[in-house]
């Protein structure tokens, strides 16, 4: 069990410029969330999945978010025309197939985006 | 909609000293209650959890209670450490009546420190 890895861990953009982010959940956790937090806050939840299926999606979502999960593996978080508003840490969770009730979600370390 | 409200930190204590974080909590449906910690450096781990009420949680000497009448889970230690300096985080899913996944609802976090 190598637990869940999220690549970059640090990025550094100018305002305008689209980034991409990578999570690479545990192996056979079929349910994958992406979360964001900012300083001083609790993680805000964005978008989750289950295998390649995105179930639901935040308000917090604007339309220059976008995530996929292809193939039900890893998945790839996208933001196009960044804002210096989107400066934050961007984790990823993932649990395995079962019963919801009192699923434990397992962090990834983050992905730190500054938007200058 | 769902919220956790816990109380502001920081919190320095003394090592050996006693520990109580308050977590109170808004929820629809039937909501587990979790404790995550992120210490420096780190992602965020879970500390405990509990499903129905009155359940008690507890891992590492902390434990919280579900209190559903109060809707409380506070976190509680008797003997803290320096090791134990980290935020710490109240957080809730309330499981959707088919039984599916939700979202992880996070409260702000209060920072530990624990001094010698």
């Known amino acids: 069990d190598t637990g869940v890895s999220q690549n970059p861990r640090h990025k550094i953009t100018k305002r305008g410029q689209n980034v991409t982010f990578r999570c690479d959940p545990i192996?056979?956790?079929?349910?994958l969330y992406w979360y964001r937090q900012t300083l001083g806050q609790g993680p805000e939840f964005l978008t989750y999945?289950?295998?390649?299926?995105?179930?639901?999606k935040s308000r917090l979502l604007s339309d220059r978010f976008s995530a996929e999960r292809p193939k039900g593996s890893f998945s790839t978080l996208e933001i196009q025309r960044t804002e210096q508003g989107d400066s934050a840490m961007y984790l990823c969770?993932?649990?395995?197939?079962?019963?919801?009730?009192?699923?434990?979600?397992?962090f990834g370390p983050g992905t730190r985006l500054l938007v200058l | 909609g769902n919220s956790v409200t816990q109380m502001e930190g920081p919190v320095t204590l003394s090592e050996e000293a006693f520990l109580t974080i308050n977590c109170t909590y808004t929820?629809?449906?039937?909501?587990?209650l979790f404790w995550y910690v992120q210490y420096p450096g780190e992602g965020l781990q879970l500390l405990l959890k509990?499903?129905?009420?009155?359940d008690k949680g507890s891992n590492k000497g902390f434990e919280a209670t579900y209190r559903k009448e109060t809707t409380s889970f506070h976190l509680e230690k008797g003997s803290v450490q320096v090791s134990d300096s980290a935020v710490y985080f109240c957080?809730?899913?309330?499981?959707?009546?088919?039984?599916?996944?939700?979202?992880?609802?996070f409260g702000t976090g209060t920072r530990l420190q624990v001094t010698l």
């Open positions: 969770a993932s649990s395995p197939p079962g019963l919801a009730v009192g699923e434990t979600q397992y």
């Open positions: 999945f289950q295998n390649e299926a995105q179930l639901e």
């Open positions: 929820a629809t449906g039937y909501p587990s």
């Open positions: 957080a809730l899913i309330s499981v959707r009546l088919t039984g599916t996944a939700s979202k992880l609802t």
């Open positions: 509990a499903t129905k009420a009155d």
């Open positions: 192996s056979e956790h079929n349910r």
